[in-house]
Protein backbone atom coordinates (compact mmCIF):
# COMPACT_ATOMS: atom_id res chain seq x y z
CA UNK A 1 0.00 0.00 0.00
CA UNK A 2 1.79 3.16 -0.99
CA UNK A 3 2.12 5.75 1.61
CA UNK A 4 2.93 9.45 2.16
CA UNK A 5 3.12 10.59 5.44
CA UNK A 6 3.95 14.07 6.38
CA UNK A 7 4.92 15.26 9.84
CA UNK A 8 6.94 18.22 11.48
CA UNK A 9 4.08 21.02 10.90
CA UNK A 10 2.78 23.28 14.01
CA UNK A 11 2.10 27.26 14.98
CA UNK A 12 5.19 29.03 14.83
CA UNK A 13 6.04 33.06 14.97
CA UNK A 14 7.63 34.93 12.26
CA UNK A 15 10.79 34.24 11.84
CA UNK A 16 11.07 30.72 13.23
CA UNK A 17 11.63 27.78 11.50
CA UNK A 18 10.05 24.24 10.93
CA UNK A 19 11.39 21.40 8.98
CA UNK A 20 8.60 19.14 7.58
CA UNK A 21 9.23 15.29 6.70
CA UNK A 22 7.73 12.90 4.45
CA UNK A 23 7.67 9.22 4.70
CA UNK A 24 7.24 6.91 1.95
CA UNK A 25 6.44 3.74 1.69
CA UNK A 26 4.85 1.36 -0.76
CA UNK A 27 7.18 1.83 -3.71
CA UNK A 28 10.37 2.26 -4.77
CA UNK A 29 11.22 5.92 -3.51
CA UNK A 30 14.56 6.07 -5.10
CA UNK A 31 12.77 5.84 -8.63
CA UNK A 32 10.67 9.24 -7.92
CA UNK A 33 11.31 12.86 -7.89
CA UNK A 34 9.72 14.54 -4.71
CA UNK A 35 7.89 17.88 -4.63
CA UNK A 36 6.43 20.22 -1.65
CA UNK A 37 3.47 21.35 -2.47
CA UNK A 38 1.26 24.05 -0.44
CA UNK A 39 -2.48 25.11 -0.65
CA UNK A 40 -3.24 28.37 1.40
CA UNK A 41 -7.00 28.98 2.06
CA UNK A 42 -9.13 29.93 -0.60
CA UNK A 43 -5.94 29.88 -2.81
CA UNK A 44 -4.61 27.29 -5.29
CA UNK A 45 -2.57 24.40 -4.46
CA UNK A 46 1.55 25.75 -5.12
CA UNK A 47 4.43 23.87 -5.87
CA UNK A 48 6.97 25.19 -3.10
CA UNK A 49 10.28 22.90 -3.76
CA UNK A 50 11.11 19.93 -6.10
CA UNK A 51 14.08 17.19 -6.18
CA UNK A 52 15.73 15.23 -8.36
CA UNK A 53 15.74 11.10 -7.70
CA UNK A 54 19.10 11.50 -6.36
CA UNK A 55 18.90 14.78 -4.52
CA UNK A 56 21.62 16.24 -7.22
CA UNK A 57 18.97 19.15 -8.04
CA UNK A 58 16.60 21.59 -6.38
CA UNK A 59 14.14 24.11 -7.33
CA UNK A 60 12.27 26.51 -5.73
CA UNK A 61 8.94 29.02 -6.10
CA UNK A 62 10.47 32.35 -6.30
CA UNK A 63 8.41 33.18 -3.11
CA UNK A 64 10.24 30.86 -0.93
CA UNK A 65 13.81 31.02 -2.82
CA UNK A 66 16.66 31.49 -0.06
CA UNK A 67 14.54 30.43 2.62
CA UNK A 68 13.31 27.02 2.03
CA UNK A 69 15.41 23.86 0.88
CA UNK A 70 14.25 20.51 0.27
CA UNK A 71 16.57 17.55 0.67
CA UNK A 72 15.79 13.69 0.90
CA UNK A 73 17.46 10.70 2.33
CA UNK A 74 16.90 7.44 -0.24
CA UNK A 75 18.03 4.75 2.56
CA UNK A 76 14.83 6.03 5.10
CA UNK A 77 12.88 6.62 1.88
CA UNK A 78 12.32 10.24 3.58
CA UNK A 79 11.96 13.88 1.32
CA UNK A 80 12.60 16.73 4.10
CA UNK A 81 11.34 20.61 3.92
CA UNK A 82 13.53 23.00 5.94
CA UNK A 83 11.71 26.12 6.54
CA UNK A 84 13.31 29.29 7.58
CA UNK A 85 12.90 32.68 8.12
CA UNK A 86 8.89 31.99 7.87
CA UNK A 87 6.29 34.65 7.48
CA UNK A 88 2.74 34.98 7.89
CA UNK A 89 1.81 34.22 3.76
CA UNK A 90 3.58 31.09 4.40
CA UNK A 91 0.63 29.50 6.31
CA UNK A 92 -0.63 27.05 4.65
CA UNK A 93 -1.29 22.93 4.59
CA UNK A 94 1.57 21.70 3.10
CA UNK A 95 1.62 18.65 1.26
CA UNK A 96 4.31 16.18 -0.24
CA UNK A 97 3.83 14.97 -3.90
CA UNK A 98 6.09 11.48 -5.22
CA UNK A 99 5.76 11.27 -8.99
CA UNK A 100 7.29 8.72 -11.74
CA UNK A 101 5.98 9.25 -15.08
CA UNK A 102 2.55 8.79 -14.93
CA UNK A 103 2.42 7.63 -11.37
CA UNK A 104 1.44 10.52 -8.72
CA UNK A 105 0.80 9.76 -5.50
CA UNK A 106 -0.10 12.61 -2.49
CA UNK A 107 0.53 12.70 1.09
CA UNK A 108 -2.70 13.54 3.37
CA UNK A 109 -0.61 17.01 4.09
CA UNK A 110 0.33 18.78 7.35
CA UNK A 111 -0.74 22.28 8.81
CA UNK A 112 1.54 25.18 8.95
CA UNK A 113 0.47 28.63 10.71
CA UNK A 114 2.84 31.12 11.18
CA UNK A 115 1.59 33.96 13.63
CA UNK A 116 2.62 36.06 16.34
Known amino acids: QVQLVESGGGLVQPGGSLRLSCAAS????????MRWYRQAPGKERELVAT????????NYADSVQGRFTISRDNAKNTVYLQMNSLKPEDTAVYYC?????????WGQGTQVTVSS
Open 51 to 58: ITKTGDST
Open 26 to 33: GFTFSRYI
Open 97 to 105: NARYFTNAY
